[in-house]
């Protein structure tokens, strides 16, 4: 597989390097020519020192025989630009998208980027899930990011204990599937009812989210 | 009997760039093995881009790079020499001469470097030679060519 990497920052560094040691044809492309030639010495002549987003340059690069295009540059835009003329102007299958502000996942799926990696939301959901803070946490995005799946840990003065599950008005677009207690999953019936230390996990779009703070964890207390 | 002063060698590599050191490297490195009946691996690389898959059948096709090698050949039996040619495709000249050199337990790589300048001003060592310099396992022969006269 032929996959082209485009930004020679350390994810970039160690993509490329994993790939060709497990490998696979790679080529990397690292715009300053000091650190191009760094990674050079490092990795061998698989390093371009031009600017991925400038279509002469990824076509140098065999752009137009990439399975892959990966941008992991440090720049969101630089990152999006490299993915959509790697998809509509050399027709690669494949282009993943590092995105470092959240805010710009929705973006770059509605502009067609197949895959996109946020590291910033991969750290952020790590420190939810340790934190025991009254919020709902994001444990994965489902399909192009329209779903996800929460989990809502109840706490005491939460207005969801002690009602059963199916009366609560959860927002349409929403639902609740299960809930974990004392450490054991289970489905959620028509009878159950909530108890302080349930873990409800939910599946719904996230502009569902306010209203479902408020049925299961009520109003935001740390603010 | 052979110049205990020349430096020699079991096996030599010579760089072919296809250019006008071809042919002064290859009667030194002729000259030079017939000294100690060394072998010499006239190593001629085809350069392919990224635009093209490494096993793409370019270097097979090209008269210009057969060109090469029989030039080499020719200036080799001139010295009553013989020079085994090799004709690769590589993403990297310089990394395809080492590799060759390394494969073949050479314990010479000799190189031609014309004298260039450049847009007119400092000389022009390029890339090929610094990485060959920089990274050969074994020793390395660099013969610059003469500055032209009107420029020395």
Redesign the interface.
Known sequence: M?VLVVGGGKVGYYLAKELIDSGH?C?LMEKDRARADTIRDEI???V?AQDGCEGKYL????A??ADIVAAVTGDDEDNLVICQMSKHHFDVPRTIARVNNPKNERLFRHLGVDEIISPTRMILGSIEQDIPVHELLHLAALGEGELEIIEAHLQPGSPAIGRVATDLRVPSGCSLFGVIRNGAPTPLRSDTILAEGDKVIAIGRPDCEVELRQQLIGEQQDQ | MADSSAPQFRRAVVALSGGRTDRPIVALAAEVAKLSHAELVGVHVVEIDWTLPLDADVAGRSEDAQRVLDIAEATAEASRYRLETVLLQARDVGAAIVDEASERSADMIICGLPFRRRFGGDFAIGGTVPYILKNAPCAVWVVREAMPKEQA
Do not use: D, P, Q, T
């Not at chain 1, 076509?59 to 065999?62: D, L, T, V």
């Open positions: 032929f044809e080529v061998g002549s698989v371009i076509r140098e690069a065999g137009n025989r």
